[in-house]
């Protein structure tokens, strides 16, 4: 099941130096929110999959190359000097691939804890994704998310779905401080992937 606490915490231990994100972290922390996504129907089943996939490669260049990937910056270091970044095989754009749907999860989750118990979801993920995701979608992919999301269950199945016997009171009074520090691993990319002209790829 889902875990609020391990993605605060892997979040947190992301935070290196002033403005660096630990890869390992980044992807641990992604790794359990993909049991979050797995839990939103079938269309996310197959996100997941390709987010799964993602982060699999991320921590398959730290375990071969640590000294070059152990971080965000020195991962994107390297492979700009290299002449990695569109090889086909780049962890530099396998990141910004995640960071575009980290920030889908952010807001999404930051609607959530505002909702009640049997409040729709489904207008939170609709917009949040109209917002982040949808920018980079095909139109097709974007109808298909969009109508895929209307079945989404109130706050309350969700959360029960995602969290098993975890106190869903626990659980709201935690989100806050994830979603922050998520937020926080999420700027630090943001910026690094900009500083380097890579956020703005296709």
Not at 107 to 128: G, I, N, R, W, Y
Request: glycine share 4%; charged share 20%; net charge negative.
């Amino acid at each position: 099941m889902f875990s609020v606490a391990a993605v605060q915490n892997a979040f947190q231990e992301a935070l290196v130096n002033e403005d660096d994100v630990d890869v390992k972290n980044y992807a641990l922390a992604y790794q359990e929110l993909c049991k979050f996504c797995s839990q939103l129907g079938r269309l996310f089943g197959f996100v997941v999959s390709d987010l799964e996939e993602k982060i699999g490669f991320l921590n398959q260049l730290v375990t071969e190359d640590e000294q070059n990937f152990s971080t965000v910056q020195t991962m994107i270091l390297h492979e700009i000097s290299k002449q990695l970044v569109f090889s086909g095989r780049s962890g530099s754009i396998t990141l910004l691939r995640l960071h575009r749907g980290l920030e889908f999860i952010i807001l999404f989750m930051s609607k959530l804890v505002h909702l009640q118990p049997d409040d729709s979801t489904k207008h939170c993920a609709q917009e949040a994704y109209s917002k982040t995701l949808a920018r980079h979608h095909t139109w097709i992919i974007r109808n298909g998310a969009l109508f895929a999301m209307k079945f989404l269950p109130c706050q309350k199945v969700l959360y029960n779905q995602t969290i098993g016997d975890t106190s869903v009171e626990e659980t709201l009074k935690t989100m806050p401080e994830m979603i922050s520090k998520a937020s926080m691993v999420h700027e630090r990319v943001n910026n690094l992937l900009l500083d380097y002209e890579i956020l703005n790829i296709p």
